[in-house]
Each structure stands twice: as C-alpha cells, then as structure tokens.
Nanobody, 124 residues
C-alpha cells in the first residue's frame, strides 16, 4: 500500500522559513517524480514545485521561484520543500504527490498518489 506522509507545516511570521518533508512508502521512490502542491481556502489546488526521478531536474511555479527549493533523498524515500522568505500569500495546505511518469508535470491530474497535507500559516 502506497503512503505519502507530509509533515513540517506550522505557523511562521512573514520572512521566516519552514521545511516540509514527505516520507513515502510502498513504492519504488527513486522511480517516481515528486511534486508539491498547495491549496488555500476557497482556491483551487495549485502547483508549487516538482523534481524528476531521473537526473533530479526541478521546476517551480513563478510565485515561489527563488524562495522555495525542492530536493529529494532517495535513500530515505523522502522529498523536501525548503521554504524561505515566506509571505502571507503562501498560507495554504501543502500536499506532496508522486508521479510514476517520466519528466516533470505541473498538472495535479498527472500524479498518482497524494499525501494528506500539512498546514502552513504565514502571519503578516
């Protein structure tokens, strides 16, 4: 049974940092592209960042480019999202997701498995 467990969310002041983690089990982690999405109240789920399984290519939404960094540690079956210079508009529930396809996808429908989400709240 595939399981993705998101953690690391919390309350932080604007300008602060958080690191989210997503621990995967039940799948060959090194063969999956991994992504982070977020959903704010009343808004649709949106793409944040992704990392390919091959070569570790990364891709970011314009809104987080230069502030967020996605990385993966295949030996620990874990993907991370380092979030710096947080803004109030980054407040959302953050979800990790796994995509067995090749390359990087920004569409949520391309992902096969999802974590339960972790709340990030940035106070201004």
């Amino acid at each position: 049974q595939v399981q993705l467990v998101d953690s690391g969310g919390g309350l932080v002041q604007a300008g602060g940092s958080l690191r989210l983690s997503c621990a995967a089990s039940g799948l060959t982690f090194s063969s999956y592209a991994m992504g982070w999405f977020r959903q704010a109240p009343g808004k649709e789920r949106e793409f944040v960042a992704a990392i390919s399984w091959r070569f570790g290519w990364t891709y970011y939404a314009d809104s987080v480019k230069g502030r967020f960094t996605i990385s993966r540690e295949n030996a620990k079956n874990t993907v991370y999202l380092q979030m710096n210079s947080l803004k109030a508009e980054d407040t959302a529930v953050y979800y990790c997701a796994a995509d067995r396809g090749d390359g990087i996808n920004t569409r949520a429908t391309a992902y096969d498995y999802w974590g339960q989400g972790t709340q990030v709240t940035v106070s201004s």
